[in-house]
């Protein structure tokens, strides 16, 4: 006879098992962030688990061969009611424990603009942490609206390489074609838009050599004020363009 307690219940629990390359790293790392270790375990093999709020990451051996600098080791997905505030949290943590937010190489965070519904957390091992708002979209058009067309279209293609894929060189590609090809039959602020998201990825991907071919052009257009609050939308970090336009409010 089978009993409540044989059944399977609907009540399991998931954890990641990300591969650890670099350990010490990884501590310190997380616990910079906040986190609680819970589990510590170097030898005869590594096995860290650590805590925060609701969920839990733990971490196993890498195999030899891994690579962090490819950042393929692995990843979750955090699925979380208002990212916003998680990314506000872990820039705080960065900022007190490192002196800065980390925004290259490993480990790092990725940029947030107000409005997108994710952003990731690179590890020291290359594993990538995802935090998603549950309500986000559920179909994404990569290559842009088709309801947009010309710059419009490339814009809100850069926008969701950026939050969705999480890549910001296939972005940087999709704006620089996009302003050779459909700048200039393009209205002053997509292009403003689209200058504005070369400099941030241009100075993120260490190609600042491009970064003062794309401050001086945008510096030449002619803009209102609410045209550059659309600008300045469009990028995570407005502090970015300050050298490149004076304050005017």
């Known amino acids: ?140 058009e990569y290559g842009g609206s088709e309801e947009l067309d010309g710059l419009a279209r490339v814009l809100d293609n850069a926008r969701i390489l950026r939050e969705f894929k999480m890549d910001d060189r296939a972005a940087y590609r999709a704006l620089d074609s996009g302003m050779r090809r459909r700048a200039e039959d393009a209205p002053v602020v997509e292009q403003a838009m689209a200058l504005a998201g070369l400099i941030e990825l241009a100075t993120a991907l260490d190609k600042a050599d491009r970064v003062p071919e794309w401050g001086a052009r945008l510096q030449a257009l002619s803009l209102t004020l609410e045209q550059r609050t659309q600008v300045e939308q469009y990028v995570a970090d407005p502090a970015i363009l300050k050298p490149w336009w004076p304050d005017q409010r």
Not at 64 to 82: H, N, R, T, Y
């Open 1 to 140: 006879m089978t009993t409540n307690a044989d059944r399977v219940q609907p009540n399991e629990t998931t954890m990641p098992l990300l591969h650890c390359a670099a350990p010490e790293e990884t501590l310190a790392f997380w616990r910079a962030l906040g986190f609680e270790v819970v589990f510590e375990q170097l030898k005869p093999y590594v096995y860290l688990a650590f805590t925060w709020s609701g969920f839990q990451l733990h971490y196993g051996p890498a195999p030899k061969d891994l690579d962090p600098a490819k950042e393929q080791s692995g990843g979750c997905l955090v699925m979380v009611d208002a990212v916003a505030s998680y990314h506000a949290v872990f820039t705080e943590a960065m900022r007190r424990s490192y002196g800065k937010v980390l925004v290259k190489g490993l480990p790092r965070m990725t940029r947030y603009r107000a409005g997108a519904s994710r952003f990731s957390i690179v590890d020291p091992s290359g594993n990538t942490i995802t935090f998603i708002q549950r309500d986000e979209p559920k179909d994404v």
